[in-house]
């Protein structure tokens, strides 16, 4: 057995073939195995982690099936030739078809045959068994694995994007990655993520046929003795180099996403200009120190460049939990989650005041959810979801406003007119991009800078398909990200990342620009003061407002008011009974023609609400349907409510929303409202709650 030097963990025994005819499941169990599988553009998941099978004459030998919260680093015999089918499946796809790069097309992907792929882990106990068999696949169909073991979402990602650009003859050149990993499920549960060389995983129109083809080789009654053999055919010496050079590679891993990190952070290409925005940030945390508590929950990203990073920016850390698999709480950082790195902030705050902030990371790494310190209060805070993604958004686009400023400042005022017209961005067309459970207030964030929203169907693939669309028509798109369900993605990454996340608030709160003297707040501000549309005042905190030692709780004060559903709410998803949802949505609109006639005068006289209309979301496209519900088919649909203002005329002032799982009967529904209080919220929810379940009676 060869152990991981960093962890003491086990990589995997280059002698032991997982898998033999001696021990070798059938293929019914297979097909049963297969069953809770699911197949998706965001991940290939299931459980996997598994326990030895108690015999009435109390030996132990099998291995059965284990629960969802199971520890257990033993997978089952039958999830053995799972996995190296979906190896096969990701291998013969690297075989006959060339990566794709950023700018290139899907069909521009089929040319030439690949020759090495990165694989990595995140820190679930089944994740050396999988990649044990995986590797072995790679290497027997003849593909390089530069192993990382445990690695982070992100940052498995930016390095393939680096080694991707490579010459192919370069021993660290690859062509794709595999990465394991089940995100925020449970500690059982576990699965895979497949991605090329563009910093991102597949998107979707490449991901379905993959799934045909895992489909197809499911669907051998030969499969089982075609997984022993592919298992069988790598080299033991091949295997024995592969899983001895993880720390290589990993060093590897560590040093292009440090470098790719500078480059998301600052918006910068320059390794020079990269320097001068990054030192603008480490002098505002210098002048006004400020620390960070990371609660790391055991995850990928307590072998990552966090501590580093951070510190390098002269920001305090304080670290717990920060050692592979030490969960400490579950692992979606939401909700109770949170509490412990509060409890933690809490206490390092009466030790030293300049702690504000603290991040909770899932088990991948790829999303962090926050918790500051609130002065007033006296107590530590836990965010929500889509305040994270409003504050994000509140960062990058006020820091664009100040090189805005700057290009003013160096061109002077008669050459600047030319350049910047209306907004606070100038002549660019700018671009946020966010999922269809956002809540609008995001639309209000974005009028303010002369920014556009553009909504695709939940899924971080589709979003970040709709920008990528966007920028070939010339939309500049610096942010965008799921906004329901926590973290941000920043331009050029194409994944979430908590240090994008945490970066965005060191700029709300110790970033100033050099030449204009003014900070990402004070812009914000500003823009806030006046509504950008009408040109008349908002209710928002003007810039008479601002003061120099600011916290994060001032800014949040001058957040839009928006009273927004929790995704991860139990009340959030609803068991039906249909498992067509065309056909849901198609009574859910009868129900509704007939509730809004009844209820639209106590909707006026409570909300305001005068008029609505219905949008669907599917991939990246959204479009009205308010004559047919059912065009959302397994979409989201949102039914939009509009008022009329004093201010500015008619705006969209909320919504309720509704989309199906593909897997299962469930829906998942939401609330969102303009100004509202949570008994607010709490009645639209209500409200969409009854009409979706009289829509399943039908």
Same mark, same amino acid.
């Given at each position: ?17 997982? #898998? ?15 069953? $809770?599988?699911? #197949? ?28 969802? /919260? ?21 291998? /013969? ?13 899907? &069909? ?37 694995? %530069? ?23 370069? =021993?660290? *050149? ?9 995100? %925020? ?64 590679? +990993? ?77 400490? *709480? ?53 965010? =929500? ?10 960062? =990058? ?25 209306? $907004? %606070? ?31 695709? &169907?939940?899924? &971080? ?52 620009? +050099? +030449? ?49 559903? $929790? ?15 065309? =056909? ?38 959204? +479009? /009205? ?74």
């Amino acid at each position: 057995m060869i152990s991981h030097p960093a962890t003491g963990f086990d990589i995997g025994d280059p002698e032991k073939i997982p #898998l033999s005819k001696e021990n070798a499941p059938t293929y019914e169990g297979v097909l049963r195995a297969a069953g $809770s599988l699911v #197949l998706s553009a965001s991940g290939w998941r299931k459980v996997f982690a598994a326990l030895p099978k108690t015999n009435k004459d109390g030996t132990k030998d099998e291995l059965e099936q284990s629960a969802e /919260d199971s520890l257990s680093p033993a997978i089952s015999a039958e999830d053995k030739v799972l996995c190296a089918l979906m190896a096969k499946t990701f291998a /013969d796809y690297l075989c006959t078809c060339k990566p794709l790069n950023p700018v290139a097309t899907v &069909e521009d992907a089929r040319v030439t045959p690949t020759r090495a792929v990165i694989l990595g882990i995140d820190s679930r106990p089944t994740g050396p068994a999988m990649a044990d068999i995986f590797a072995r696949v790679f290497i027997g169909m003849g593909i390089e694995v %530069h192993y990382c073991y445990i690695i982070s979402a992100p940052e498995i990602m930016a390095y393939a994007a680096s080694a991707g650009r490579l010459p192919p003859e370069d =021993e660290p *050149h690859a062509d794709g990655f595999a990465y394991i990993s089940a995100s %925020h499920n449970p500690p059982g549960h576990n699965g895979v993520k497949f991605g090329l060389t563009t910093g991102g995983v597949l998107p979707p129109e490449l991901v379905e046929p993959l799934i045909v083809s895992f489909r197809s080789l499911l669907a051998r009654p030969d499969c089982v003795q075609m997984a022993i053999d592919i298992m069988s055919a790598a080299d033991t010496q091949k295997i024995s180099a592969c899983y001895v050079a993880t720390s290589t590679w +990993k060093r590897r891993a560590v040093s292009a996403y440090t470098l790719f990190t500078h480059e998301v952070v600052t918006g910068k290409k320059s390794l020079e200009e990269q320097g001068e925005f990054l030192d603008a940030l480490a002098q505002g945390c210098q002048e006004r120190p400020i620390g960070v508590v990371g609660e790391l929950n055991g995850s990928a990203r307590s072998l990552s460049i966090d501590k580093d990073y951070l510190e390098g920016l002269g920001v305090r850390t304080l670290w717990y939990n920060d050692t592979p698999r030490a969960f400490a *709480h579950r692992i979606v950082p939401e909700g109770e989650s949170l509490l412990p790195c509060a409890a933690k902030l809490e206490l390092a705050r009466d030790s030293d005041a300049a702690f504000e902030l603290g991040y909770v990371p899932d088990c991948d790494g790829d999303r962090g959810n926050l918790v500051y310190y609130d002065p007033n209060l006296k107590r530590a805070v836990t965010l =929500e979801a889509q305040e994270v993604f409003a504050l994000s958004c509140i960062a =990058e686009l006020a820091t664009m406003a100040l090189e805005v400023r700057d290009v003013r400042t160096r061109l002077g005022a008669e050459n600047a007119d030319n350049l910047v017209e209306k $907004s %606070h961005l100038g002549n660019l067309r700018v671009a946020i991009v966010v999922n269809d459970a956002t809540s609008m207030r995001i639309e209000r964030i974005a009028r303010q800078f002369g920014a556009q929203v553009f909504r695709a &169907e939940t899924g &971080e693939a589709n979003v970040v398909a709709l920008a990528d669309s966007l920028r070939s028509q010339g939309w500049t798109v610096r942010i965008l990200g799921e906004g329901s369900n926590g973290g941000n993605i920043t331009y050029p990454s194409r994944v979430r990342d908590p240090l994008a996340t945490l970066s965005a608030m060191l700029k709300l709160l110790r970033y100033k620009d +050099k +030449k204009t003297g003014k900070n990402p707040f004070e812009i914000w501000l500003e823009t806030s003061s006046v509504d950008y549309e009408s040109a008349m005042p908002t209710s928002s905190a003007g810039a008479d407002h601002y003061r120099p030692d600011f916290c994060l709780s001032d800014i949040m004060a001058t957040l839009p008011r928006w009273s927004t559903t $929790s995704v991860f709410e139990e009340r959030a998803m609803l068991r039906v009974a249909s498992t067509n949802h065309a =056909e849901l949505k198609a009574a859910y609109q009868k129900v509704f023609l007939r509730e809004w006639e009844q209820q639209k005068a106590a909707l006026h006289e409570r909300f305001g609400i005068e008029s609505w209309r219905a949008l669907a979301t599917n991939g990246i496209f959204e +479009k /009205d349907v308010s004559s047919d519900f059912a065009q959302a088919g397994k979409g989201g649909l949102r039914i939009v409510f509009s008022g009329t203002t004093v201010f500015s005329g008619r705006k969209d002032i909320a919504f309720l929303w509704m989309r199906g799982s593909g897997t299962e009967p469930v829906l998942r529904i939401m609330a969102d409202i303009a100004g509202g209080s949570a008994e607010d919220e709490a009645y639209l929810l209500d409200w969409q709650t009854w009409m979706v379940k009289e829509a399943d009676k039908s």
